[in-house]
C-alpha cells in the first residue's frame, strides 16, 4: 500500500498518485483506496446523475470506457474498465471522489487554485476558462507557494477562522498557458490521452505547514471588454457567488453538511476580502497578476484585516 497526504486527508492507496505528497503512516487512514468489484446500481438511491448514484452513506460514480468508482465507510473501491487510461482513472479520484470525502470531514470545496506567501493564503475561483490556474502560474513565478489547483479544501480552525489546506503537486495547463510562461509543451505529460491539458509538478518547500490562513478571495469573471475592474463583494451577493463556486455542492446536501458549508460561507464573509475581477476575454497573465498584486498591496478595494 502507499500512503499519502493531502487537503487534510491520511490517504491508504493500491494506487500511486504522482499528484499526491508521500508520507509515513502513522495511525488510522481517512480514505483507503482499493482495486475491487463494483456495484452497478446501489440498492437504495436518494440522488442520481447521469454519472452519479447516492444513498446518503453510499456512493457510486460510472464514467463510461474508463472506471467504476464506488465509496462506502471510508473505502473506496476502483474498478477501471479494461485498458483505462491510468492518467484518467486518478483524475476522476482527484476532482470528483476526495471532495466527498471532505464534505464528511467539515471542509468545504471550491472550485479554485491557491497559493500562499508570509502565511497568507489566496483564492481564485472562476468557472472553466477563467484561468485560475494559469493564474496562480503567475504568483508562483513571482514567489508564491502553490497549494491547490482547481479545487481548493476550505475549514475553519479552533478560531473559527478560515483556512485552506493545501493539496495535489500539480497544475492543469493548457498549452497557450505554459507558452506564454516560455515552456515548451514537450517538458510535459498530458493529464490524459485525450485531454489537451498538461501536469505542471509543483514543487513546495518546507515552510508551507498543512493549511495557511485565507486572506483574499478573487472570483474571476470573464466579459468582453479593454479594462480590468475590481468590486468588492459582501453580504448575501458573496454568499450567493460562494455557494455558485462551490464544488459539488450537491455532496453537502447528500452529506447533511449544508450547516457546515454555511458556517465556513460567514466566516468567510466576515474575516477574508472577497473581490471581483471582471477580465478581457484575452487579457495577458502577467497583467491580470499585476493587477491583482497591486490589490493587495495597496489593498485599494477595502481592507477587513
Not at 472506471?67 to 471510508?74: E, R
Not at 470531514?105 to 489566496?122: E, T
Not at 505529460?189 to 515552510?207: G, H, Q
Request: glycine share 6%; with cysteine.
Amino acid at each position: 500500500m502507499y500512503h499519502f497526504y493531502t487537503n487534510g486527508l491520511a490517504i491508504y492507496s493500491e494506487i500511486f498518485f504522482p499528484e499526491l505528497t508521500p508520507y509515513q503512516a502513522q495511525g488510522q487512514s481517512d480514505i483507503t483506496i482499493c482495486y475491487g468489484k463494483a456495484p452497478d446500481l446501489l440498492s437504495e438511491v436518494k440522488y442520481k446523475s447521469l454519472i452519479w448514484q447516492s444513498s446518503g452513506t453510499e456512493f457510486l460514480l460510472k464514467i463510461n470506457g474508463i472506471c467504476k468508482y464506488y465509496v462506502k465507510n471510508g473505502t473506496l473501491t476502483v474498478e477501471p474498465v479494461d485498458g483505462a487510461d491510468e492518467g484518467a482513472i486518478r483524475l476522476y479520484i482527484l476532482s470528483s471522489i476526495f471532495p466527498l470525502f471532505l464534505y464528511s470531514k467539515n471542509f468545504i470545496s471550491l472550485h479554485g487554485s491557491c497559493v500562499a506567501k508570509d502565511n497568507n493564503a489566496i483564492l481564485f475561483c472562476g468557472y472553466s476558462g477563467a484561468g485560475k490556474s494559469t493564474t496562480a502560474l503567475g504568483f508562483n513565478k513571482r514567489g508564491y507557494e502553490i497549494l491547490n489547483d482547481d479545487v481548493s479544501s476550505i475549514f475553519l480552525d479552533n478560531n473559527a477562522l478560515p483556512h485552506v489546506s493545501k493539496g495535489y503537486l500539480q497544475l492543469k495547463l493548457l498549452p497557450n498557458s505554459l507558452q506564454k510562461y516560455g515552456y515548451r509543451i514537450e517538458e510535459f505529460s498530458r493529464l490524459t490521452k485525450n485531454w489537451d491539458k498538461f501536469s505542471y509538478p509543483v514543487k513546495r518547500s518546507s515552510e508551507v505547514i498543512n493549511s495557511v490562513p485565507i486572506t483574499n478571495v478573487f472570483f474571476i469573471e470573464v466579459e468582453d471588454r479593454v479594462d480590468i475592474v475590481a468590486e468588492p463583494v459582501e453580504g448575501l451577493t458573496a454568499f450567493g457567488m460562494l455557494r455558485r463556486h462551490t464544488f459539488r455542492y450537491w455532496m453537502a446536501k447528500e452529506l447533511n453538511k449544508l450547516g457546515i458549508h454555511f458556517n465556513v460561507c460567514n466566516n468567510l464573509i466576515d474575516n477574508v476580502n472577497l473581490i471581483l475581477i471582471r477580465r478581457p476575454i484575452n487579457v495577458e497573465p502577467d497583467r491580470l497578476v499585476d493587477f491583482m498584486q497591486e490589490l493587495i498591496r495597496e489593498k485599494r478595494v477595502y481592507d477587513r484585516l
